[in-house]
T-cell receptor, first 112, second 111 residues
Framework: QQQVKQSPQSLIVQKGGISIINCAYE??????FPWYQQFPGKGPALLIA?????SEKKEGRFTISFNKSAKQFSLHIMDSQPGDSATYFC???????????FGTGTRLTIIP | DGGITQSPKYLFRKEGQNVTLSCEQN?????MYWYRQDPGQGLRLIYY???????QKGDIAEGYSVSREKKESFPLTVTSAQKNPTAFYLC??????????FGQGTRLTVV
């Protein structure tokens, strides 16, 4: 049973455009939602994270939007750059249990 | 430098052979994890440990074993019972909820 569903599987965006990746979860006990960025042959790295008490969090060009009633959250990358080309994973966890449940990943390609 | 070190980077296993993947961290984190990554399937949890001498099965523990004798170390053994071991294996550690730090991974191939 996949508890965190991520879409799209792959995404191509023009340089300077907005990249949007979506995730939906089923378990209402989840209360922490991070996004990870992974470059080929490397381990994932934490990009940005949100808790359900806020609807949006912004760090530089990266923004998480969170909709608790719809059980959905999304990552927006503004002014996308070729260096943003990577695989992005959403994840979720429950307070008191540090283990993360990951989405299946989105391969983002930024073209000039 | 603080971080997580996985070794080796590449590993080849013959049919019926057990192999052990190393994971060491100097971040003083209590929790450590092993994930398996396959194309199109994201990261799936194999085992995790929240304290020394204790560990729990994740979603795909069959064919794998772990130990946690020291806080810094969490080795993963891929046994001959794992029928499809070819994958990218990632070790991670965390101090607080969700803030997991990952190693650079070990790519295991069956030959």
């Amino acid at each position: 049973q996949q508890q965190v569903k991520q879409s799209p599987q792959s995404l191509i965006v023009q340089k300077g455009g907005i990249s949007i990746i979506n995730c939906a979860y089923e378990n209402t006990a989840f209360d922490y939602f991070p996004w990870y960025q992974q470059f080929p042959g490397k381990g994932p790295a934490l990009l940005i994270a949100i808790r359900p008490d806020v609807s949006e969090k912004k760090e530089g060009r990266f923004t998480i939007s969170f909709n608790k009633s719809a059980k959905q959250f999304s990552l927006h990358i503004m002014d996308s750059q070729p260096g943003d080309s990577a695989t992005y994973f959403c994840a979720a966890s429950i307070f008191g249990n540090e283990k993360l449940t990951f989405g299946t990943g989105t391969r983002l390609t930024i073209i000039p | 430098d603080g971080g997580i070190t996985q070794s080796p980077k590449y590993l080849f296993r013959k049919e019926g052979q057990n192999v052990t993947l190393s994971c060491e961290q100097n971040l003083n984190h209590d929790a450590m994890y092993w994930y398996r990554q396959d194309p199109g399937q994201g990261l799936r949890l194999i085992y995790y440990s929240q304290i020394v001498n204790d560990f729990q099965k994740g979603d795909i523990a069959e064919g794998y074993s772990v130990s946690r004798e020291k806080k810094e170390s969490f080795p993963l053994t891929v046994t001959s019972a794992q029928k499809n071991p070819t994958a990218f294996y990632l070790c991670a550690s965390s101090l607080r909820q969700g803030e997991a730090f990952f190693g650079q991974g070990t790519r295991l191939t069956v030959v």
